[in-house]
């Protein structure tokens, strides 16, 4: 087996008993790090503070994670335009939190006969929030209930810087004068 030292140098190839001997002499444990490598890979080291390193690795890398929350915003077909635009700020606020949205347009009665009314109330709000959010998929209309998601548009990258003016440049554009005072 390939035996790697506890600071980090390897050793070599060595026996199973070599290996356990110097652990044992060390005070260390031998870990298998590769087992299915050719040789097997082991390490000298206190597998204890393995054992805290690794749940230490993945606490930071769990907190390091975004996560996202789908949020949902009501709506009827007859909603108010001061309804409609206090409803466009919740979305937006939620968009740039990076929270998905989740739009629902419920119909009553015979409302649902003018689906396309629904339709046009989910387009205008989606419309509203077109530079910070877009349209995942499209409109469902599942009985009663139409409905679509909005995911926030990911940030765009910064525009090149540009480029610089030569010297060439500069003694080839005329230079303005000032205004003569008389």
């Known amino acids: 087996m390939r035996l790697i030292a506890d600071d980090g140098t390897q050793v070599g190839v060595v026996t199973i008993e070599e290996a356990l001997r110097q652990a044992q002499e060390a005070g260390l444990d031998l870990v298998e790090v590769a087992p299915t490598a050719k ?21 930071e890398s769990r907190k390091k ?52 009314l629904g339709e046009k109330v989910l387009r205008d709000m989606v419309g509203a929030v077109s530079d910070i959010g877009q349209l995942e998929g499209g409109f469902q209309l ?14 765009s990258a910064p525009a090149p810087a540009p480029a610089p003016v030569t010297t060439q440049q500069q003694v080839s554009a005329p230079v303005p004068q000032p205004p003569e005072q008389g």
Do not use: S, W
């Open 39 to 59: 040789p097997p890979v082991c390490k000298i080291t206190d597998f204890n503070k393995l054992q805290y390193e690794k749940k230490r690795k993945a606490k």
């Open 65 to 116: 994670t975004k996560q996202t929350h789908l949020k949902e915003i009501k709506l009827r077909p007859t909603i108010d335009p001061h309804d409609f635009t206090t409803k466009v700020k919740k979305v937006r606020e939620f968009l740039q939190h990076g929270d998905k949205v989740r739009l629902t347009l419920m119909f009553r009665g015979r409302q649902i006969v003018h689906a396309n």
């Open 142 to 155: 599942l009985g009663r209930i139409m409905g679509a998601t909005l995911i926030a548009k990911p940030p």
